[in-house]
């Protein structure tokens, strides 16, 4: 799996995480949430970018095992938001669908990287 589809796939999921900020906040006034999804959906690319020139292995590692806690926590926001219903049911699918579609590929990559390094 190369790592600049990741890369692509997570800008993409930023892109998407954006947008549904933006419609959160602007039609429905829900800010502390909407804030949440932003942070969290945002921090899996740049933390997937500041692994690109990781120091080490072991660096690496842990920069991917940082953007995969990120993804999980996004995977919250966005259940909560739609309980909520912030968001409506396509919005909730799509980003549920590119979220899982990221911690998929974040867990190869970090269990691809780990075998190598025994």
């Given amino acids: 799996m190369s790592e600049s589809i990741l890369k692509t796939k997570s800008y993409g999921f930023a892109l ?3 947008k549904s900020y933006q419609l959160i906040s602007l039609e429905k006034k829900e800010f502390t949430l909407s804030k949440q ?3 969290s959906g945002t921090s899996i690319g740049a933390n997937i970018r500041e692994a690109e020139f990781a120091q080490s292995n ?3 590692i842990s920069k991917m095992s940082i953007a995969l806690k990120e993804a999980n926590e996004t995977d919250y926001w966005i259940s909560l938001i739609h309980d909520s219903n912030y968001i409506d049911e396509s919005t909730f699918k799509t ?5 899982k579609e990221l911690i998929k590929m974040l867990v ?4 691809t990287m780990k075998s190598k390094t025994k």
């Fill in 16 to 18: 998407q995480v954006i």
């Fill in 37 to 39: 999804l932003l942070r």
């Fill in 58 to 60: 072991k660096d690496f």
């Fill in 95 to 99: 980003l549920t669908f590119s979220n």
């Fill in 108 to 111: 190869s990559t970090i269990k």
